[in-house]
């Protein structure tokens, strides 16, 4: 979506930049969806591509019954531990891409500054919601609030004499400020 295109439609900068910005976590959400699969189709992959390297190695160097079952063995264990391995990374990818839409939707400043804040062994990724993480943020709001973009105060500022409610000059803007925090 473009800007262009929405201001061809008349809309206000202002509305336009509430569209930009929630369609913007609409595609970074599908980003880190898809970054996610494509990690797990990858990892899949390479999953039977050892496999199949595997079971052709067992067919060329087995030569007893024993042999062979005591190496059908050992690749079922492999199997099992990289398919452990495998679940365990792609868990990671997830709660981190969650994390990272989560702290975009919680008006972070640096989400990486937040990170490091966070206790991330008390948050749990339970059906694509993170547990604990609200209380955490809420707690660093309070004693970090400069850590969080604060909402714009909409509150024109207006000049005496200035029926536009636009300073007409550098004076103007310093006098109104002046005015309006005093």
Do not use: W
């Not at 959400?29 to 496999?51: C, G, H, P």
């Not at 390297?53 to 050992?74: C, F, M, P, V």
């Not at 990272?100 to 919601?129: C, F, H, M, Q, Y």
């Not at 809420?138 to 200035?162: H, R, V």
């Amino acid at each position: 979506m473009e800007r262009e295109y929405l201001k061809g439609l008349g809309l206000e900068d202002e509305v336009i930049g509430k569209i930009m910005a929630e369609h913007g976590k609409t595609v970074q959400s599908l980003q880190s969806e898809r970054d996610a699969a494509t990690e797990e189709v990858a990892t899949y992959k390479a999953q039977v591509e050892q496999r199949d390297n595997d079971i052709k190695e067992l067919k060329e160097s087995s030569t007893s019954k024993k042999d062979y079952d005591d190496k059908i063995a050992a690749l079922e264990a492999k199997n099992a531990q990289d398919k452990q391995e495998l679940e365990s990374k792609l868990e990671q990818i997830k709660f981190d891409s969650k994390l990272t839409l989560s702290l975009k939707d919680a008006d972070v400043r640096n989400p990486n500054a937040i990170k490091g804040l966070l206790e991330l062994e008390d948050i749990k990724l339970k059906e694509d919601e993170l547990e604990g993480l609200n209380e955490q943020l809420e707690a660093l709001k309070e004693s970090d609030g400069y850590l969080f973009n604060q909402p714009e105060d909409t509150a024109q500022i207006t000049t005496t004499g200035n029926p536009t409610g636009k300073p007409g000059t550098e004076t103007d803007v310093f006098a109104a400020a002046a005015q309006k925090f005093s």
